[in-house]
């Protein structure tokens, strides 16, 4: 079954919003285009209490970006953002929903982040997401959505470890750090990632 899998659309990672990523707002449209192509649409939205260890507010003394360990794994402090029940939390309203089946919600835990929309990120707790996915017969599953080098680069990188056939639609995702996002590219079609445009789906 092919499926198209949105990573946290959500408006804090949108233009002004608290961990903005450039153009982020320009895939929604693109997003929204391709839907149809899919038998199957689920989302994910990073959706963290307000005492999370991944905010750098919560470190007396550290900044933003600074990293440090959290429970043995390395942790960026990012700002505050995607607060459960925030505006700023809430999928983009252009986004169609009316297509999404599920939403699987992650960074719920305030003692560990959760990039991949599989697991946590000491990989202790799954979301679900797999055993979702195996049931409804999904092993086709194409990602898109925000931001492309860290919660779609690690969701797909779990994805490929899960068995599924993975495709990066690269004009629906837009990253934090560009160079960065284009040495995860060539790391991925190494491993077997297809990485496509959207036109590329005869849409």
Same mark, same amino acid.
């Given at each position: 079954?092919?499926?198209?899998?949105?990573?946290?659309?959500?408006?804090?990672?949108?233009?002004?919003?608290?961990? $903005? %990523?450039?153009?982020?707002?320009?895939?929604?449209? %693109?997003?929204?285009?391709?839907?149809?192509?899919?038998?199957?649409? @689920?989302?994910?939205?990073?959706?963290? !209490?307000?005492?999370?260890?991944?905010?750098?507010?919560?470190?007396?003394?550290?900044?933003?970006?600074?990293?440090?360990?959290?429970?043995?794994?390395?942790?960026?402090?990012?700002?505050?953002?995607?607060?459960?029940? +925030?505006?700023?939390?809430?999928?983009?309203?252009?986004?169609?929903?009316?297509?999404?089946? $599920?939403?699987?919600?992650?960074?719920?835990?305030?003692?560990?982040?959760?990039?991949?929309? *599989?697991?946590?990120?000491?990989?202790?707790?799954?979301?679900?997401?797999?055993?979702?996915?195996?049931?409804?017969?999904?092993?086709?599953?194409?990602?898109?959505?925000?931001?492309?080098?860290?919660? @779609?680069? *690690?969701?797909?990188?779990?994805?490929?470890?899960?068995? *599924?056939? @993975?495709?990066?639609?690269?004009?629906?995702?837009? !990253?934090?750090?560009?160079?960065?996002?284009?040495?995860?590219?060539?790391?991925?079609?190494?491993?077997?990632?297809?990485?496509?445009? +959207?036109?590329?789906?005869?849409?």
């Amino acid at each position: 079954m092919k499926t198209l899998i949105i990573v946290d659309t959500q408006y804090d990672f949108m233009p002004g919003g608290a961990l $903005a %990523v450039k153009e982020g707002d320009a895939i929604v449209p %693109v997003i929204n285009r391709i839907m149809h192509n899919f038998d199957l649409v @689920v989302a994910t939205q990073d959706w963290h !209490p307000a005492n999370h260890k991944s905010f750098a507010s919560n470190h007396e003394g550290k900044e933003t970006f600074d990293k440090i360990d959290l429970h043995g794994t390395e942790q960026v402090l990012w700002p505050d953002h995607c607060v459960q029940e +925030s505006q700023g939390a809430e999928l983009h309203r252009d986004l169609n929903d009316e297509a999404i089946t $599920a939403i699987f919600r992650k960074g719920m835990n305030p003692e560990i982040d959760s990039y991949s929309a *599989f697991y946590d990120n000491s990989k202790q707790s799954p979301t679900g997401l797999a055993g979702y996915l195996r049931e409804k017969g999904a092993g086709d599953l194409y990602f898109c959505g925000l931001a492309a080098d860290i919660c @779609v680069y *690690f969701t797909l990188t779990d994805a490929l470890k899960e068995g *599924f056939k @993975v495709t990066l639609i690269d004009d629906a995702t837009r !990253p934090l750090d560009k160079d960065e996002y284009e040495k995860q590219k060539k790391k991925l079609t190494g491993e077997g990632v297809r990485v496509i445009k +959207s036109k590329d789906l005869n849409s």
